[in-house]
């Protein structure tokens, strides 16, 4: 049971999961066009989602610290997921993605909940000292 705990806490098994399931997502999402693009657009969610799951909880630690009060609760999670869409996007794009809507659809809703809940966390143990 101590090894499946240290595993979950890994951030090294959380950016591989965050690879290959988002990864696996855009294959997926991208599945009806000729390979290798369904493969590409996998390579590329699935390093977005490992550099965005190692990042995002940074982000949010330093944006929560930004603000208090009740902006505190959803001016983080908010920013957080407008940076992503706009990450998304762009990569995609200039990857030639050829379903972006669907292929960040399912990362960036997981992201989301992700930095909502974690900021939410924040707020209630009250460590956003924000300055207002």
């Known amino acids: 049971m101590a090894r499946l705990r240290a595993l979950a806490g890994s951030g090294v098994v959380h950016v591989i999961f965050a690879f290959v399931a988002m990864g696996g997502w855009a294959v997926f999402a ?9 493969l590409f657009a996998g390579v590329v969610q699935g390093t977005l989602s490992a550099v965005l799951t190692l990042c995002l909880k940074s982000i949010i630690d330093a944006l929560s610290r930004r603000f208090s009060g009740s902006t505190s ?17 762009t990569v995609h794009a200039l ?14 809703i997981v992201s989301t909940t992700y930095a909502a809940t974690y900021n939410y966390s924040i707020f209630r143990r009250g460590d956003n000292l924000g300055q207002g």
Do not use: F, K
């Open 30 to 38: 991208n599945r009806a066009y000729p390979m290798p693009r369904p």
């Open 73 to 89: 609760l959803w001016v983080p999670p908010l920013i957080a997921c407008l940076a992503t869409t706009g990450i998304l996007v």
């Open 95 to 108: 990857s030639g993605t050829p379903e972006i809507l669907q292929t960040i659809a399912v990362p960036l």
